[in-house]
């Protein structure tokens, strides 16, 4: 069971930078980099929405389940 974090392909779609978007939701560009890399274990839903949020996207496009 794998969870993929595809925000890195999101980021390029809507052409924004991470650090962009680390300021734009209020978070420190290495807790971002941490979600990018799939390395985190949890994500608020409030990060998680203003994620959404700012990139016009929904969470699916973020979040994939791969067996």
Same mark, same amino acid.
């Given at each position: 069971? $794998?969870?993929?974090?595809? +925000?890195?392909?999101?980021? *390029? /779609?809507?052409?924004?930078?991470?650090?962009?978007? =680390?300021?734009?939701?209020?978070?420190?560009? $290495?807790?971002?980099?941490? +979600?990018?890399?799939?390395? *985190? /274990?949890?994500?608020?839903?409030?990060?998680?929405? =203003?994620?959404?949020?700012?990139?016009?996207?929904?969470?699916?496009?973020? +979040?994939?389940?791969?067996?």
């Amino acid at each position: 069971m $794998a969870i993929i974090v595809n +925000l890195d392909i999101m980021l *390029a /779609k809507r052409k924004v930078k991470s650090k962009e978007l =680390a300021e734009a939701i209020g978070i420190t560009q $290495a807790n971002l980099s941490i +979600l990018k890399s799939g390395k *985190a /274990k949890a994500i608020r839903f409030t990060t998680l929405s =203003a994620i959404c949020k700012e990139l016009n996207c929904q969470p699916s496009d973020i +979040l994939e389940y791969k067996e």
